[in-house]
């Protein structure tokens, strides 16, 4: 473990790192975390504030490497075979200046047989010109189960740029879930590219939300590869974009092999001057696989609406309602 | 003798060229349960969509007036905060809303004794369905029996079911049938849309309509021997979807004056 802590402790001792750490915790707090699971002993935690990793705490069958970059950092996430891991394992990146730049290259290694699910938060709270990228890279081991979800806050300045990147291997049996949320504050500039090999028995379940604002730019690419018999995948994601934010949704689903089967699910809701795209693709190169398909894309659902305005809620009410609940 | 508080007057709708609603009259009174009874296609749904000014139901001739004012230009919004409120036959599903919250939506404030009060009157305990989605996870029964919860907990001054009782199991049906009761002793008037003969028996006064036509108005018991002697003798012409007054068995239906064909004598159609 390369890191300059193993505890998120600040109490009562004023190191360096110490307001760097604080300033991490209310930016953590901001992205719905909760700072107090970051002080627990039994639970991993791994904090990293632009290029420094201010702490890493490894548990029974949790391990981090990490050392720094000149603009970020490289961390290996280890979990070991046939690991049950109770409590969540905590992760906090982040950038606190108003500009700067965050290159985080991550590899998860969830070992066979291991259960494991990662909380991880992003913020960036005070951003006016942020470049956050990550490159993650992640081998689900056979019989494994990862669940991985991740909120981000950006702040109210729309000024982040972040594209978060990762390659999964799903092996047989194996299973990977995985939840990403921005729908707090503004989004700025978001890139997500997952591509997912999925082996025979796997499963793989992406969930992706985003609320565009303003001049938002929102871009979701996922492809999930069916290549094992039985193998099963699930995309669904949900984006609301008002005023002139534009969001581009890319989804595909190979079904490869016999018994495969896989689902997108996208609804996109458009207000105002606001952009939806939507483009599905499937593939299929088996005759015993199917993916299907289903998508809706703009205006919110007038049944749905009208029963909300039947409350007595006006229109802006309903359709807030509406967006609230489908990226809840 | 009191004012309704909705009155119709000669309300006619047409939607896409065709007719759905044909110079129709009613009148519903606070604290009064009025069954509007009709085969599927007959219109019932159509003047629900319409009292409530849903998109698209815009009257071509006529009055909806409520409490003496007429609705005419209003929104729904406006027409919900006037105190008139909708169950729909296959109410929407909200991802993300919990039922709780979506039955407290029509309340001036948010009340959780009022909430659960609601759920259980339609027997769906709060501690159970309160934190779940209103979504495609619950059943229809499920979503309905929320659906009417949500009406009930608003306290409307009319409140509008569109057949509550479709997708409903037999034991819960006792209940929705009481909380439909208790919505008329709280002195709500209730406008009760359905194809069921035996929820009469819930109902003070009870219209029958065919063919976007109200054909009877008065006692409930009255009505179910009209529906039986005069509505399902026509029952495969008039279960059409939609309805189709120009289809040949719609004339064979009609007579000159665009009513049904009476099989039975001494009973004058109203509107």
């Known amino acids: ?328 | 003798m009191k004012a309704p508080l909705l009155q119709i007057e000669a309300l006619t709708l047409r939607r896409d060229g065709r007719p759905i609603l044909n110079q129709v009259n009613l009148s519903v009174y606070s604290g009064q349960v009025h069954a509007l009874l009709g085969l599927n296609g007959s219109g019932k749904s159509s003047l629900a969509y319409t009292i409530m000014g849903c998109d698209g139901y815009i009257p071509d001739s006529g009055r909806v007036l409520f409490d003496g004012r007429d609705l005419a230009g209003l929104s729904i919004t406006e027409r919900a905060r006037l105190g008139i409120t909708l169950a729909w036959q296959e109410p929407a599903r909200f991802e993300g809303i919990p039922v709780g919250r979506y039955v407290g939506l029509g309340m001036p404030q948010p009340d959780r004794e009022q909430t659960v009060a609601a759920l259980e009157a339609v027997a769906l305990p709060a501690k159970i369905y309160g934190s779940r989605a209103a979504d495609q996870t619950l059943s229809g029964g499920e979503r309905k029996r929320v659906e009417l919860a949500a009406v009930y907990a608003m306290r409307p001054r009319l409140a509008i079911l569109d057949e509550p009782d479709s997708g409903i199991d037999v034991l819960s049906l006792v209940e929705i049938e009481k909380l439909i009761r208790r919505m008329a002793g709280d002195g709500s008037a209730v406008l009760l849309i359905t194809h069921r003969e035996e929820l009469l028996a819930t109902a003070d006064a009870a219209s029958l309509i065919c063919a976007g036509q109200i054909l009877f108005s008065g006692d409930p018991q009255e009505a179910r021997q009209y529906y039986s002697a005069r509505c399902r003798p026509h029952l495969k012409s008039l279960g059409a979807q939609p309805w189709d007054a120009t289809s040949p068995e719609a004339q064979a239906a009609l007579d000159s004056n665009g009513s049904l064909r009476s099989p039975v004598s001494g009973q004058t159609p109203e509107g």
């Open chain 1, 1 to 328: 473990m390369t890191t300059a802590q193993s505890r998120p402790h600040i109490a009562g001792q004023q190191p360096a790192w110490a307001g760097e750490m604080a300033a991490m915790l209310d930016a953590y707090q901001q992205a719905g975390g909760d700072p107090q699971a970051l002080q627990l002993p039994e639970v991993a935690t791994l904090v990293i504030s632009g290029e420094q990793v201010l702490a890493a705490h490894e548990i029974p069958g949790v391990h981090f490497e990490a050392e720094p970059l000149e603009h970020g950092v490289r961390a290996r996430i280890v979990v070991e075979p046939e690991a049950r891991i109770e409590r969540p394992v905590h992760l906090c990146f982040g950038v606190i200046p108003a500009e700067g730049r965050q290159e985080i290259l991550a590899d998860y290694e969830i070992g066979p047989g291991a259960q494991v699910q990662f909380l991880a938060h992003c913020s960036f709270p005070n951003a006016v010109r942020v470049e956050h990228t990550m490159q993650a890279r992640i081998h689900v081991g056979a019989g494994a189960s990862l669940t991985y979800t991740e909120e981000h806050f950006h702040g109210p300045h729309g000024g982040v740029d972040v594209r978060p990147h990762a390659e999964v291997v799903v092996d047989a049996g194996a299973r990977f879930v995985t939840t990403f949320s921005l729908t707090r504050g503004r989004v700025g500039a978001l890139d997500v590219d997952y591509r997912i090999d999925v082996a025979e028995g796997g499963v793989a379940e992406l969930t992706t939300k985003a609320y565009g604002t303003g001049e938002d730019r929102i871009r979701v690419k996922e492809t999930v590869r069916l290549n094992g018999e039985r193998a099963r995948g699930l995309t669904r994601t949900r984006v609301a974009v008002r005023d002139s934010a534009v969001s581009q949704v890319y989804t595909s689903m190979e079904g490869n092999a016999p018994g495969a089967r896989g689902h997108m699910d996208c609804t996109e809701i458009v207000r105002g001057q606001a952009q939806a795209h939507n483009e599905p693709l499937v593939v299929v190169r088996d005759d015993q696989a199917q993916v299907t398909h289903e998508a809706a894309i703009g205006a919110v659902n007038r049944k749905e609406l009208e029963s909300l305005l039947a409350r007595g809620l006006d229109e802006d009410e309903a359709v807030d309602l509406i967006i609230r609940g489908m990226i809840r």
